[in-house]
């Protein structure tokens, strides 16, 4: 059964700061993995999705990367600013249809 | 319509009253989904739709859990006789044909059972 694990549980960085938020999993056998946004009461947005063939992924200032070998993921937020308080969320897709999600890294940026 | 819309937001019923969660994906979205996000815990995957067939019930809890989906668009997800451990965000998720997509996201319904 893939599990997904995600460290640190929780971060607080002053605005500016770059940053690196991490995920495992267990079951290298993916399809893809996707890096999720929450915000609190809200329900999920997508911020990148790596193919198991890709190694990385960038949108501005997210870089998402994927070492299938190692079963490791990375985010990395560049320039953090307070609107980038939220929790992020990792999910991997190995066979069929369900995303295996992490339990997420709350993350806050303060001024 | 512009995003994947959730009704009720928020629902409190009395234990063993059944409850229907809506759930309107993004148009022409064939591909449909419903997950629990548990306080404190995980996001659990229950049913995955394309469209009006679910090849994938694997994660419905127990026989109290039922979902459909009519036209290939809305579905609902009903709970029968409902238990104070189904207090949960119910979310809904949508993609343009399958699995291997980005998922879009409802903002959820908020259950709570007394």
């Known amino acids: 059964k893939q599990e997904v694990t995600q460290i640190p549980a929780a971060l607080s960085v002053p605005e500016g700061e770059n940053l690196v938020l991490n995920c495992s999993f267990t079951d290298s056998a993916i399809y893809n993995l996707q890096w999720f946004r929450q915000d609190p009461g809200k329900g999920l947005t997508s911020l990148l999705l790596i193919q198991s063939s890709q190694r990385e992924q960038t949108s501005g200032r997210l870089n998402a990367s994927l070492d299938k070998s190692s079963g490791r993921s990375t985010l990395y937020i560049a320039a953090s600013q307070p609107g980038d308080s939220a929790t992020y969320l990792c999910?991997?897709?190995?066979?069929?249809?369900?995303?295996?999600f992490g339990k997420g890294t709350s993350l806050l940026v303060t001024p | 319509g512009a995003g994947v819309s959730q009704s009720p937001s928020n629902k409190v019923t009395e234990k063993g009253k059944d409850v229907e969660l809506r759930c309107d994906p993004i148009?022409?979205?064939?591909?449909l989904y419903w997950y629990r996000q548990s306080l404190g815990q995980g996001l659990e995957f229950l049913i995955y739709?394309?469209?009006?067939?679910?090849?994938?019930k694997s994660g419905l809890p127990s026989d109290r859990f039922s979902a459909e989906r009519t036209g290939g668009s809305v579905s609902t997800l009903t709970i029968q006789r409902t238990q104070q451990e189904d207090s949960a965000v119910y979310l809904c998720?949508?993609?343009?044909?399958?699995?291997?997509?980005?998922?879009?996201f409802g903002s959820g319904t908020q259950l709570s059972v007394l």
């Open positions: 148009s022409g979205h064939t591909a």
């Open positions: 739709f394309q469209g009006n067939s679910a090849p994938d």
């Open positions: 999910a991997v897709l190995n066979s069929g249809y369900a995303l295996n």
């Open positions: 998720a949508s993609s343009l044909a399958g699995s291997n997509e980005k998922l879009f």
